[in-house]
């Protein structure tokens, strides 16, 4: 039997914690973003940006080299380790130990690049966030499955979704294979559309935040940024995902009186974080 919980406001208040007075940067948690390919480095530099604004001591970004003066120009808070490669991601080795990683945003699905996640996946033991191009790789490579560590977040839009458990027929039968899938490789998804639901198991939590401005490009590398920011800071990673989508609803909800549905766009998502954080404080 499915269990079905609400996220709303009494909810979301059982997985918030406010910053401890004393803490610094240093136990803040470290977050490392892995992806870009040539002409999709802004998936990263959202998803770098997203990560610090949620609230994360230190963002480091692993990208192509192409990204090297876009990302310290955009960004300049977040560190900078580059591939080899110019374009895309051939090689994925760091010397940080960052308390959370997510990747995929603008990765690219390039046989080196399938490659470079593969091995990455064999060696990883740090709590992941996987998106976009690395949910559609390992869709392609579903054996690969099997090496994410237990509790991984995945966070698909409908078609990544299909992609990765194949097509359904009803919400009813989309519900039960994301179920079925959770318990198989005992990963969370996040079920991103409107409303965006969470799987855990057997237990399915609903969104009850966000608005249609949020279909726009980009919106989702900013939840991953989100999402893996609250991992970072230690967060379960269950609360990280119904914390994070709630958060990311909140800002287009917050943002939406003054820049109306059409022109409200991913940056707006991040420079709304910190009014959505606020308007959690004044709830307790
Ligand atoms: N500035 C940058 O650098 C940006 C970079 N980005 C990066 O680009 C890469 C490719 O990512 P992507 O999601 O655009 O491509 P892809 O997986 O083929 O999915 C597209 C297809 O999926 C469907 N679909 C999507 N949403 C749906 C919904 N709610 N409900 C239903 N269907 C839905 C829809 O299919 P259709 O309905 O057309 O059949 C659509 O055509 C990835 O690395 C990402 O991070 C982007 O984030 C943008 C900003
Ligand atoms: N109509 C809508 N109502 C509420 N949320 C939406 C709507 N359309 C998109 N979203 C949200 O926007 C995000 C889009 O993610 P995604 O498709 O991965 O975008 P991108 O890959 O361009 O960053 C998801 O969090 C999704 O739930
Ligand atoms: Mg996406």
């Not at 948690?29 to 609230?55: D, E, M, P, Q």
């Not at 590398?221 to 991992?231: H, P, Q």
């Not at 766009?265 to 404080?281: H, R, T």
């Amino acid at each position: 039997m499915t269990n079905s919980i609400y996220i709303d406001q009494k909810q979301i208040l059982k997985h918030y914690k406010q910053p401890d007075k004393h803490t610094h940067k240093g136990i803040q948690g470290h977050a490392l973003i892995i992806g870009g390919s040539y002409g999709k480095i802004g998936a990263v530099s959202l998803s770098a940006k997203a990560c610090l604004k949620t609230g994360c001591g230190l963002v480091t970004v692993f990208i192509p080299k192409c990204g090297y003066d876009i990302l310290q120009i955009a960004i300049p808070e977040v560190m900078v380790i580059t591939d080899n490669q110019e374009k895309l991601i051939s090689n994925i080795t760091f010397d940080i130990t960052p308390q959370a990683i997510g990747i995929g945003p603008g990765l690219g699905q390039k046989i080196e690049t399938q490659n470079a996640f593969h091995q990455f996946l064999q060696t990883n033991k740090t709590p992941l966030v996987i998106d976009a191009d690395a949910l559609n790789i390992l869709s392609q490579n579903k054996e690969w499955l099997s090496l994410l560590p237990p509790k991984t977040i995945l966070t698909p839009h409908p078609k990544e979704l299909e992609r990765l458990i194949g097509k359904w027929h009803s919400e009813e039968e989309k519900r039960s294979m994301a179920i079925s899938f959770s318990k198989q490789y005992q990963v969370i998804i996040v079920m991103k559309g409107a409303p965006s639901r969470i799987i855990d198991g057997e237990t399915l939590y609903e969104n009850t935040t966000g608005n249609a401005a949020l279909a726009t490009a980009g919106s989702g590398d900013v939840l991953t940024g989100m999402i893996t920011s609250l991992l970072a800071q230690s967060y379960e990673p269950i609360s990280a995902a119904i914390l994070g989508v709630y958060l990311h609803g909140l800002t287009a909800e917050i943002a939406l009186p003054e820049t109306g549905y059409q022109s409200f766009i991913a940056s707006d998502v991040i420079a709304n974080i910190g009014k959505a954080f606020l308007s959690l404080e004044k709830l307790e």
